[in-house]
């Protein structure tokens, strides 16, 4: 791999960044973008951009009987506005339980508050990513 991953947990209010490493082992959070959808969009693909980003795997939201809602229809339609944004891949990836994830990790570390409220995006577009780096690692050596 000679480019980042960038992992995106996209919401209404506050949308999710996180990265990979070079090597494509270690997704790392790295902030969170607030504003509209339109405004997010233009930001994710800026930042995509100007990190040398070569894929962007965006959180989708399935249900957990395996239906998709309204919430995915939001996270596909994000995904083709990036595609139409950038030249850079961008892959949906299952996000179940990513959030309730971040929730116990919080909880664990007993961050609580406005801190809690301002990296809970940015630790679920971590997981996502992170998740989707093992997946792909297993992939290759399985």
Same mark, same amino acid.
């Given at each position: 791999?000679? /480019? /980042?991953?960038?992992?995106?947990?996209?919401?209404?209010?506050?949308?999710?960044?996180?990265?990979? @490493?070079?090597?494509?082992? &270690?997704?790392? $959070?790295?902030?969170?973008?607030?504003?509209?959808?339109? /405004?997010?969009?233009? @930001?994710?693909?800026?930042?995509?951009?100007?990190?040398?980003?070569?894929?962007?795997?965006?959180?989708?939201?399935?249900?957990?009987?395996?239906?998709?809602?309204? !919430?995915?229809?939001?996270?596909?339609?994000?995904?083709?506005?990036? !595609?139409?944004?950038? @030249?850079?891949?961008?892959?949906?990836?299952?996000?179940?339980?990513?959030?309730?994830?971040?929730?116990?990790?919080?909880?664990?570390?007993?961050?609580?508050?406005?801190?809690?409220?301002?990296?809970?995006?940015?630790?679920? $577009?971590?997981?996502? &990513?992170?998740?989707?780096?093992?997946?792909?690692?297993?992939?290759?050596?399985?």
């Amino acid at each position: 791999m000679d /480019k /980042k991953l960038l992992g995106v947990d996209f919401g209404d209010a506050r949308t999710g960044l996180a990265m990979s @490493d070079l090597m494509g082992f &270690l997704a790392t $959070a790295c902030g969170c973008i607030k504003g509209g959808f339109e /405004k997010t969009a233009q @930001d994710v693909a800026k930042f995509a951009k100007d990190n040398n980003i070569g894929k962007i795997v965006l959180g989708h939201p399935i249900n957990m009987n395996g239906t998709l809602g309204p !919430r995915s229809e939001k996270a596909q339609a994000f995904a083709k506005r990036l !595609r139409e944004l950038t @030249d850079i891949e961008v892959v949906l990836y299952d996000e179940r339980l990513s959030t309730a994830n971040a929730h116990t990790i919080l909880n664990i570390t007993n961050t609580r508050g406005a801190k809690r409220k301002d990296i809970i995006d940015a630790m679920s $577009a971590s997981l996502i &990513l992170q998740s989707y780096l093992d997946r792909e690692r297993e992939n290759k050596n399985g």
